[in-house]
């Protein structure tokens, strides 16, 4: 078993208290982004996870965009995310988990992993790769996608037991990305973020 940083729990938590009073569906999506093997200059870039989030936004904005003229509807989404940096106790490796919250009515699933457009998670990809400056889509294993918890708030309380569990597995997951023994505390890089 592991200790975990009780500051970043917290504050992990109150991200999902602020996401669930502003929507009552939500999709969290919990990935792991990697470097490439070989260059360790990426290991050292302190900006490649805002570069990522940005991209991100800006990806889902226009993805959006297009689902709104699709269904018909007026949609607006906002990005909500958690990410921590660790590096790896064997590998030695940098790495960042991100948690992604996004309304469950517009993104349900990932999608296909194995489509390089049209899905979520190949928007996800795409961000990462850009965040690295890598042109290529067929690099691959840079994004690992470890879980999904879909968090749908009834006004029947019998209907929340679903919901209860989905908290429980996803406070499991802050767990994991709150343990203390991969955090590079004193490295000079920020060990978390979170949207505001």
């Not at 999506?29 to 940005?54: C, M, Q």
Request: net charge positive.
């Amino acid at each position: 078993m592991y200790t975990v940083n009780q500051d970043y729990l917290k504050r992990m938590n109150q991200v999902l208290s602020r996401v669930l009073s502003e929507k009552k569906r939500v999709s969290a999506f919990r990935i792991d982004l990697r470097f490439p093997s070989g260059n360790s200059d990426y290991h050292n870039d302190a900006k490649v996870i805002t570069r990522f989030i940005e991209s991100l936004k800006e990806k889902i904005k226009w993805d959006v965009k297009k689902k709104s003229n699709l269904w018909r509807r007026i949609l607006t989404e906002k990005l909500d995310y958690i990410w921590v940096r660790e590096v790896g106790s064997e590998s030695h490796h940098a790495h960042y988990h991100v948690i992604l919250f996004l309304n469950k009515d517009i993104y349900y699933s990932l999608g296909d992993y194995n489509k390089n457009d049209g899905n979520l998670a190949a928007l996800i990809i795409q961000a990462w790769n850009s965040a690295l400056n890598i042109k290529s889509e067929k690099v691959s294993g840079l994004v690992h996608f470890a879980g999904s918890y879909h968090l749908v708030q009834y006004q029947d309380l019998t209907l929340n037991t679903t919901l209860q569990f989905e908290l429980y597995k996803l406070r499991q997951a802050f767990n994991y990305l709150a343990k203390d023994y991969t955090k590079a505390y004193h490295s000079g890089f920020r060990s978390i973020g979170c949207s505001q």
